[in-house]
């Protein structure tokens, strides 16, 4: 369909290297597209006015891959008696529209990103992946009958016969992005959630399943009812390390949660469950724009969603800890001499990932806290229902004047994303000169609190006793009775006492804080809720 106010002469397709005895047809006759190395383009007998339409059909055989990598493993799809991965980002089973930028790029033959002007948003801009509008699917596949064949949509058909299984697979709901996966799998049904999985390691599916269930139903509270019928996730063979969040039909790799090893402190298989089920939401219902930024309403979206649902589901202690190992992986692989703001970020640069998926994620949490829980979700919700629908895609500038009324100060506001989207604010609190006296009520705690690093935020400083939460591991023995017994190594009871800092860059302040219990420490930001360097160096032993 021709979606632009003016005539459309010709149609590029970009078709895959892999495809072998290919053949075309135009509105169901046969056509010879124009052959630009694999990047085929159509020209209609007359361009196509706005809004007219022609159907283009294909057909090809191939193998795919067409045998080894050079250092074995690093495929992201596939067709191989190990399972199937098949998506609609490339060209592996249908083309791709338009030409496809990085096809025979390489990390020796890389060409230079595409400079936007930073009103690059204005006016309509197009999908940074996927169709430009939703469209109905139906799949047909074909293929051994020992083989389960999942795509998007539901079920309508399952038949064997002679030893192949067809599985048909239709939309309920018009979606954006395709994909197949294939697999010899065992299955695990939850609430209106389906996990395919290998039954070699069934290690994980219980904490799986249930992170799908708790995704599905909080994120169509906080942001919109989930519109498909079914939700499933499918893992494939640990050729490619990744996973990728496709309308109603999630991929993951066995290599990422089904055989992970969780602890406390880390739950990697809750992570990557709900950062990528959020993709139904944050990509797939909501689509970013193409352009600087733009991911960020992807990926950076979705691991503040995991954030939220660390939350709910696992309690403050599990949302704190994700968050410290996100600011600490930004930390680690940040490049601040070359780092852009938020607003410039295009995935051109070598720190623009972490920038993308840690700082971004980060931002949206300290925006949500910044506005009060009620007036966030309502944003979200009016953002995706604006621009779900319609083919102009929104920037990230975009998301920003979308939730501008529903901040509860407009000034604010202005300021927050002023040093958090348009710079590059990054606090650093360091502590000094902490001391402690006894007094009549209890204990004064006196300490200078300062910002090396940049950026305005206010931030909690907290006098503790104890431990907040002390690890299951560690066993009290309880005497007959209750009583406990003569030596046991009891956990003192967690204590603390707070105040507020705003400090600017370079800034110091001399706070006080008075408990009514004996501190032996003290902590900036204790509920891990502002993005920061360098953590464990904001604590102060008294």
């Given at each position: 369909?021709?979606?632009?106010?003016?005539?459309?002469?010709?149609?590029?397709?970009?078709?895959?290297?892999?495809?072998?005895?290919?053949?075309?047809?135009?509105?169901?006759?046969?056509?010879?597209?124009?052959?630009?190395?694999?990047?085929?383009?159509?020209?209609?007998?007359?361009?196509?006015?706005?809004?007219?339409?022609?159907?283009?059909?294909?057909?090809?055989?191939g193998?795919?891959?067409?045998?080894?990598?050079?250092?074995?493993?690093?495929?992201?799809?596939?067709?191989?008696?190990?399972?199937?991965?098949?998506?609609?980002?490339?060209?592996?089973?249908?083309?791709?529209?338009?030409?496809?930028?990085?096809?025979?790029?390489?990390?020796?033959?890389?060409?230079?990103?595409?400079?936007?002007?930073?009103?690059?948003?204005?006016?309509?801009?197009?999908?940074?992946?996927?169709?430009?509008?939703?469209?109905?699917?139906?799949?047909?596949?074909?293929?051994?009958?020992?083989?389960?064949?999942?795509?998007?949509?539901?079920?309508?058909?399952?038949?064997?016969?002679?030893?192949?299984?067809?599985?048909?697979?239709?939309?309920?709901?018009?979606?954006?992005l395709?994909?197949?996966?294939?697999?010899?799998?065992?299955?695990?049904?939850?609430?209106?959630?389906t996990?395919?999985?290998?039954?070699?390691?069934?290690?994980?599916?219980?904490?799986?399943?249930?992170?799908?269930?708790?995704?599905?139903?909080?994120?169509?509270?906080?942001?919109?009812?989930?519109?498909?019928?079914?939700?499933?996730?499918?893992?494939?063979?640990?050729?490619?390390?990744?996973a990728?969040?496709?309308?109603?039909?999630?991929?993951?790799?066995?290599?990422i949660?089904?055989?992970?090893?969780?602890?406390?402190?880390?739950?990697?298989?809750?992570?990557?469950?709900?950062?990528?089920?959020?993709?139904?939401?944050?990509?797939n219902?909501?689509?970013?724009a193409?352009?600087?930024?733009?991911?960020?309403?992807?990926?950076?979206?979705?691991?503040?969603?995991?954030?939220?649902?660390?939350?709910?589901?696992?309690?403050?202690?599990?949302?704190?800890?994700?968050?410290?190992?996100?600011?600490?992986?930004?930390?680690?692989?940040?490049?601040?001499?070359?780092?852009?703001?938020?607003?410039?970020?295009?995935?051109?640069?070598?720190?623009?990932?972490?920038?993308?998926?840690d700082?971004?994620?980060?931002?949206f949490?300290?925006?949500?806290?910044?506005?009060?829980?009620?007036?966030?979700?309502e944003?979200?919700?009016?953002?995706?229902?604006?621009?779900?629908?319609?083919?102009?895609?929104?920037?990230?500038?975009?998301?920003?004047?979308?939730?501008?009324?529903?901040?509860?100060?407009?000034?604010?506001?202005?300021?927050?994303?002023?040093?958090?989207?348009?710079?590059?604010?990054?606090?650093?609190?360091?502590?000094?000169?902490?001391?402690?006296?006894?007094?009549?009520?209890?204990?004064?705690?006196?300490?200078?609190?300062?910002?090396?690093?940049?950026?305005?935020?206010?931030?909690?400083?907290?006098?503790?006793?104890?431990?907040?939460?002390?690890?299951?591991?560690?066993?009290?023995?309880?005497?007959?009775?209750?009583?406990?017994?003569?030596?046991?190594?009891?956990?003192?009871?967690?204590?603390?006492?707070?105040?507020?800092?705003?400090?600017?860059?370079?800034?110091?302040?001399r706070?006080?804080?008075?408990?009514?219990?004996?501190?032996?420490?003290?902590?900036?930001?204790?509920?891990?809720?502002?993005?920061?360097?360098?953590?464990?160096?904001?604590?102060?032993?008294?």
């Amino acid at each position: 369909v021709n979606p632009h106010a003016m005539p459309l002469a010709s149609i590029p397709l970009t078709g895959g290297l892999h495809w072998d005895s290919l053949s075309w047809t135009l509105n169901g006759a046969p056509y010879e597209p124009v052959d630009r190395k694999r990047l085929y383009v159509f020209t209609p007998p007359a361009p196509l006015a706005p809004g007219d339409s022609v159907v283009i059909g294909w057909q090809w055989n191939g193998a795919f891959p067409g045998g080894v990598t050079k250092n074995g493993g690093g495929l992201r799809e596939f067709i191989l008696p190990s399972g199937v991965v098949l998506t609609a980002f490339s060209p592996s089973f249908m083309p791709v529209i338009g030409f496809m930028e990085d096809v025979g790029e390489s990390k020796e033959n890389r060409m230079e990103r595409r400079e936007y002007p930073r009103d690059h948003w204005k006016g309509v801009t197009r999908a940074a992946f996927g169709a430009t509008s939703w469209f109905p699917a139906r799949v047909s596949i074909t293929a051994p009958e020992a083989y389960t064949l999942n795509s998007a949509g539901v079920c309508t058909q399952n038949v064997v016969e002679n030893g192949w299984r067809t599985q048909r697979w239709e939309t309920d709901h018009p979606i954006k992005l395709l994909n197949v996966i294939c697999g010899r799998w065992k299955v695990k049904d939850g609430d209106g959630t389906t996990i395919f999985y290998s039954p070699k390691h069934p290690y994980n599916i219980e904490e799986m399943s249930a992170t799908l269930d708790a995704a599905r139903r909080y994120y169509s509270e906080w942001f919109l009812p989930y519109p498909w019928k079914e939700l499933k996730l499918s893992e494939f063979p640990g050729l490619a390390n990744y996973a990728q969040g496709f309308g109603t039909n999630i991929t993951f790799s066995e290599n990422i949660g089904f055989l992970t090893k969780n602890d406390e402190k880390s739950n990697a298989t809750f992570m990557v469950t709900a950062h990528e089920t959020a993709h139904q939401w944050w990509g797939n219902i909501l689509t970013p724009a193409e352009g600087p930024g733009g991911n960020l309403l992807s990926e950076g979206m979705s691991h503040f969603s995991t954030l939220l649902l660390f939350e709910q589901v696992k309690g403050a202690r599990a949302r704190m800890e994700f968050a410290k190992r996100i600011e600490a992986h930004y930390a680690d692989n940040r490049r601040p001499d070359d780092e852009r703001p938020l607003y410039d970020i295009d995935g051109g640069r070598a720190s623009d990932e972490t920038v993308t998926y840690d700082r971004g994620g980060w931002v949206f949490w300290m925006l949500y806290d910044f506005m009060g829980r009620e007036r966030a979700l309502e944003g979200y919700r009016h953002f995706i229902r604006t621009w779900s629908v319609g083919r102009d895609h929104p920037a990230l500038q975009d998301f920003v004047a979308s939730m501008r009324p529903y901040a509860p100060d407009a000034v604010a506001y202005d300021a927050f994303v002023k040093q958090w989207f348009e710079d590059r604010a990054m606090p650093q609190y360091r502590l000094r000169d902490a001391a402690t006296v006894a007094t009549a009520e209890g204990y004064e705690v006196t300490v200078t609190v300062r910002n090396i690093g940049t950026g305005r935020m206010p931030v909690e400083v907290a006098a503790t006793a104890g431990e907040r939460w002390p690890s299951s591991a560690r066993k009290v023995p309880v005497a007959v009775g209750g009583a406990e017994p003569e030596g046991a190594d009891a956990t003192p009871p967690y204590r603390e006492a707070r105040t507020t800092v705003d400090l600017g860059a370079g800034e110091s302040k001399r706070v006080t804080i008075r408990c009514d219990f004996e501190p032996k420490r003290v902590v900036v930001d204790p509920d891990v809720r502002v993005l920061q360097l360098n953590r464990q160096l904001a604590v102060a032993t008294l």
